[in-house]
């Protein structure tokens, strides 16, 4: 069973103790170097079925250590949610864990211990998750994510008790189950948006089961109009002005309008093989080593690219401060990097980052949001899985790691 994390932890800080901030995220990483306040340490650098072992899943027993159990396990994806209070991964054993801030996050000076207070396993490999955009601290009812899995329906857990609140059942031409590639939340959370090959499916989210709307996002099949190929992002513009961008593995990223779901405008990425996340202030490729940035109000016009070095199919992910000032990426070597949004108002070309720093060690794939940051290196030990000696072979760094950037002190204020 899963067990109810502490109610009053970190979170609380967040709530009633923080201002509002008078400061620029870039001038806290100016003043200070970043700290590394949590961390999950060495618990997931290790094969599947030894990580798997150390917890008590919420919804199945512990596997047996074979086959895919002897591969290393490591973190795929890492989102904030909407609250700051929870941190929720996908990882290579099936595994959605939600991570609770521990109490010292926003004081303490050596690293604390990172746990997960719930972990499910799926069926099978988890594609996509994504918080309930109003999950709340201090409303346990509002504490649920949604997870797609390969070849299942989609479902709603509740990360307060543990268990499936809601599932979803996407289904092709020949009524067979299939899962999105790509989900979202709409704005309000009324509907959830799932993205498929060449189509979209939209569901109700009060009412489970089957989608409500089939959306083609191309004409027909052969068609040469519209956007072709697996759909790799959606994301709702914040402003509320019912525009919705979608991105495809073809390259290509539309804009939509909530109300009609029809096209409204489309964009063919030069380079790159994919697109892998879209936002409102910029684009990323699948192994290609730049984020895009495009005027999309009028003219359409291409504003600035952003350097990353990448030489990786995996998703290298970034995000944006909520000011909108401060882009953050990670790099393939372990690294990450911070751009400044509000001096490249005026940029046209190439952005190199204002900052970076070392967040891990050796060649893995960063997926983070903000100041939280997954290392992703997957491998298989060989020589173990056939039965031979693989002592010699070194663990990857598979860890979550959380950073804080101390507030900057004015200069008229003394300490």
């Not at 949590?38 to 072992?53: E, P, S």
């Amino acid at each position: 069973m899963a067990h109810s994390p502490t109610m009053s932890s970190a979170a609380d800080s967040f709530a009633a103790e923080l201002p509002q901030p008078t400061f620029r995220w870039l001038d806290c990483l100016a003043a200070s170097a970043p700290i590394l306040v949590a961390t999950t340490g060495n618990r997931y650098c290790a094969r599947i079925a030894d990580t798997l072992q150390a917890e008590t899943l919420a919804n199945q027993p512990r596997p047996q250590a074979t086959g895919r159990g002897q591969e290393f396990n490591c973190f795929r994806a890492g989102h904030w949610s909407p609250d700051g209070a929870f941190i929720l991964t996908s990882s290579h054993d099936q595994c959605a864990r939600v991570f609770q801030l521990p109490e010292t996050v926003l004081t303490g000076i050596q690293p604390a211990e990172l746990a997960p207070f719930l972990t499910i396993r799926e069926a099978e490999g988890i594609i996509d998750c994504r918080w309930y955009p109003f999950t709340n601290y201090y409303d346990p009812s509002t504490w649920c994510f949604l997870v797609s899995t390969r070849d299942h329906p989609m479902h709603l857990w509740d990360a307060y008790m543990g268990h499936v609140r809601c599932t979803y059942i996407a289904q092709d031409q020949r009524e067979q189950v299939i899962a999105p590639t790509a989900t979202q939340f709409n704005l309000d959370a009324t509907k959830i948006y799932g993205g498929f090959h060449n189509h979209i499916q939209i569901f109700d989210i009060a009412r489970p089961g089957k989608s409500m709307d089939v959306i083609p996002i191309t004409p027909t099949r052969r068609s040469q109009q519209g956007q072709k190929g697996l759909v790799s992002a959606i994301e709702f513009n914040p402003d509320h002005s019912g525009l919705y961008a979608v991105a495809t593995f073809a390259n290509t990223v539309g804009l939509y309008s909530e109300k009609t779901n029809e096209l409204l405008y489309l964009k063919k990425l030069p380079n790159g093989t994919g697109v892998t996340q879209a936002a409102a202030s910029a684009i990323s490729n699948r192994k290609h080593q730049q984020l895009y940035c495009w005027d999309i109000r009028n003219s359409g016009e291409f504003l600035y690219h952003l350097e990353r070095p990448l030489y990786t199919n995996q998703r290298l992910v970034f995000d944006i401060d909520s000011a909108g000032e401060t882009l953050v990426t990670g790099w393939q070597d372990g690294a990450v990097a911070l751009h400044d949004l509000k001096q490249l108002q005026d940029h046209r070309g190439t952005a190199s980052p204002v900052s970076t720093f070392k967040a891990h060690d050796g060649q893995h794939h960063l997926d983070l949001d903000v100041s939280a940051l997954c290392s992703q290196s997957p491998s298989v030990d060989a020589d173990s899985a056939s039965g031979d000696h693989g002592s010699a072979h070194q663990a990857p760094d598979t860890s979550v790691r959380l950073w804080r950037w101390d507030n900057p002190i004015p200069q008229n204020e003394s300490p």
